[in-house]
């Protein structure tokens, strides 16, 4: 951001860039004055359009926003009652979304509709053309990459399988906890579960040797890199006319393909050793009973390419979305609800109950026995409710005009469903803004609401064609993790510190992160 600034400063400094900038400036001008005098003389405004806070000249509503905009959205959806709102950013018309009826219509009612997602030059040149699925727009191409991602590379039994390599990965952690434990030293919990997810995404999209080869570290490194671009602020796509400087185009365009380029060289390398190794993989499944080791992302993708005619550089869009998709949003699941068990001794101590009763003598905990614990899975879904990682889902654009509840949504209008502002909503949540995992155990208030995307006040994955595939192997790793360090470990915070004191201060991105790492005293349980 600091070279973006600074390019911006030096190429706004020019005299030719104050010209062009007065020019738009005026032309702006006499468009706003023409349209205010045509609006005067309009006997009866447009009551069918999605009510909009006041807002100001060029700016729109962008400086409503702030740092945390999922925070700064429900405060103004509050303020003026409306669960969808029609905001300007910049040149940018936005639709925001802030309770379960307006989320229905968009995600199922009118999903066809809502089912793309809106142009983005950043992914254009990281994404390789957007041919991954979370950014593509919707077409023949992404119903080919969903339908792929879906039957082929992490169906049920295809997560199932990675059962053994989520149990090994597990047991690295507990041996560094244990190592730091015996020497009574604090953990680094958030960088400790970052490696975890990082290594069993590593896992299974390249296989079991990716650790001794050393590419784990690389392609953490590179996608911490590469999320602040994805999610980054592109100032042209909210004032057009900013593109005859050619800020974005000269200096993070450059940086983009930079990163592509570092991607590309990794990527290209793993796709060449698969393919040399492929028939001598092949006989190694067909010789084994267990496919983990041998039947990664990369293999899946080699077997199918024919049948489903992708490129290399479709192939490696594709693996891109299980590093942007399965690394930090899982880490950052499981560190809230560290500190969630931490500041609520009562829920706590429950957990570990149930945990420990169920897993006694056991070194790692069979994942065969999570489903004898439903207050470990409540405690999971009442996480997700109060800290989405995603808390603004990823936005749809509208392909055409519908409308909602007598609201006429146009096309060509970007749509931010703000599921943090969902979950927290008193109208549908009893004790909204508290942590009570009983809500989700039989005889809770929301002892029906599944993950599955049909309750659409919970909303962790989203919902519709473009709900989260990855849903299941996130949901299976957070499960693996969590019931293991409350089985092995008791928790306290270094000396001098309270939990209640943690600071919850959080930086937006493609996943909304604590500012803070966490450090913890963990104990061997005796």
């Known amino acids: 951001m600091a070279d973006l600034a600074q390019q911006f400063m030096r190429e706004l400094t020019a005299p030719r860039a104050w010209f062009l900038l007065l020019i738009h400036l005026l032309l702006w001008a006499v ?26 000249p060029v700016l729109g509503h962008l400086h409503l926003l702030g740092s945390l905009p999922h925070v700064s959205l429900r405060t103004l959806a509050t303020k003026h009652g409306a669960d969808l709102m029609l905001l300007r950013l910049g040149a940018m018309p936005v639709l925001v979304v802030s309770s379960p009826r307006a989320a229905e219509a968009v995600l199922r009612t009118h999903d066809h509709v809502f089912a793309s997602r809106p142009p983005s030059m950043f992914a254009d040149v990281l994404m390789y053309g957007r041919s991954d699925i979370g950014f593509a727009p919707y077409g023949d191409y992404w119903r080919k990459a969903k339908k792929l991602i879906t039957t082929h590379l992490l169906t049920a039994k295809r997560v199932q399988s990675f059962c053994h390599a989520r149990k090994e990965e597990v047991s690295v952690v507990m041996a560094q906890i244990g190592e730091a434990a015996a020497a009574g030293t604090a953990v680094n919990v958030s960088d400790l579960l970052g490696c975890f997810t990082n290594d069993l995404v590593c896992r299974a999209v390249m296989g079991k040797s990716s650790r001794s080869e050393g590419r784990n570290k690389l392609f953490r490194e590179l996608a911490a890199d590469t999320s602040p671009i994805l999610a980054g602020f592109n100032i042209e ?7 005859h400087f050619g800020v974005a185009s000269k200096v993070v365009r450059a940086k983009s393909q930079r990163l592509r380029k570092r991607w590309d060289k990794l990527l290209d390398r793993l796709i060449d050793d698969h393919e040399s190794k492929n028939k001598v993989m092949a006989a190694a499944v067909a010789a084994s009973q267990d496919e983990d080791d041998n039947s990664d992302f990369i293999h899946i993708l080699l077997s199918v390419r024919q049948e489903y005619g992708l490129t290399r550089e479709q192939m490696k869009a594709i693996l891109l979305d299980a590093f942007f998709g399965g690394i930090d949003t899982s880490s950052a699941v499981l560190e809230y609800t560290i500190i969630e068990l931490l500041q609520r001794p009562r829920v706590m101590t429950k957990l570990r109950a149930e945990v420990r009763s169920r897993a006694k003598g056991q070194g790692i905990v069979s994942e065969g026995d999570l489903n004898s614990m439903p207050y470990l899975r409540a405690v999971i879904k009442e996480s997700l409710r109060l800290h989405p990682v995603t808390p603004l889902l990823a936005p749809h654009f509208s392909m055409d005009s519908c409308s909602i509840d007598g609201l006429e ?22 004790d909204a803004e508290e942590f009570a995992p009983e809500r989700f155990l039989d005889g809770g208030s929301a002892a029906q609401v599944r993950l599955r995307g049909n309750d659409f006040h919970f909303l962790p994955f ?13 949901i299976a790793a957070v499960e693996a993790m969590l019931v293991n360090l409350v089985h092995r470990f008791d928790w306290e915070m270094p000396a001098g510190k309270d939990a209640r004191d943690i600071d919850m201060s959080e930086e937006f991105g493609l996943v909304v992160h604590r500012k803070q790492k966490l450090h913890l005293v963990l104990k061997l349980c005796v």
Not at 237 to 243: G, K, N, S, V
């Open 31 to 56: 468009r706003y004055t023409f349209r205010a005098k045509r609006a005067r003389k309009r006997p009866v405004p447009d009551a069918h359009v999605p009510p909009s806070p006041p807002a100001l």
């Open 237 to 243: 796509e909210f004032f057009p006319f900013l593109a």
């Open 409 to 430: 949504v146009p096309a060509g209008v970007r749509v931010l469903i703000n599921a943090w502002a969902i979950g927290r909503d008193a109208r549908f949540w009893e």
């Open 462 to 474: 989203s919902a519709g064609r473009r709900q989260c595939p990855g849903m299941n192997f996130a």
